[in-house]
């Protein structure tokens, strides 16, 4: 095998607001914390919970619907690599960075949630603009879904269905 595989999956809150910057060829570059958190039972059978903080990047398009939608709180699912910088601070000191740069990323949670659409229920606003693309697992793009059809009676039994009909 030539190549390796460098995947991260992350499902966890976000610890602050994003912030987005912009290059200056005017592509969005959006920052997150994301908390994830895993219990465990120590030797006592005591529960130990232990959070770990990651840093995301999100690039582009993906950066600015992150910006824009994502909020303090808000539970989201990041699908990306993991990356390692070494740079040398202002005392001359050598630091190094781990952060997740990400190629997917889903909402999650409820409007009332305070999760998946931003809090805009808590904030009394909506967002302008249209639905972004939904992506699915692979990175393939599809349209949001269009407005249900009126269903048609059920004729038949299990072999009318097709596999794309299955939802798993």
Request: include cysteine.
């Amino acid at each position: 095998m030539a190549r390796g595989i460098n995947k991260v999956i992350l499902v966890g809150n976000l610890g602050d607001d994003p912030e987005t910057k912009y290059t200056q060829s005017g592509m969005a570059v959006t920052t997150i914390r994301l908390a994830t958190t895993s219990v465990r039972k120590d030797r006592d059978g005591n529960q130990q919970e232990r959070t770990e903080w990651h840093r995301v990047k999100f690039f582009g398009k993906l950066g600015e619907i992150a910006g824009e939608y994502l909020r303090k709180g808000s539970q989201c699912y990041v699908e990306g690599s993991i990356r390692y910088d070494k740079f040398t601070g202002q005392d001359g000191q050598d630091r190094y960075i781990t952060e997740i740069v990400a190629d997917e990323m889903q909402m999650l949670g409820g409007r009332s949630g305070g999760g998946g659409e931003g809090g805009f229920a808590d904030r009394g606003e909506r967002p302008q603009r249209s639905a972004p693309p939904r992506r699915e697992y692979g990175g393939q793009q599809r349209s949001a879904p269009a407005a249900a059809a009126p269903a048609a009676p059920a004729a038949g039994g299990f072999d009318d269905f097709a596999d794309d009909d299955i939802p798993f």
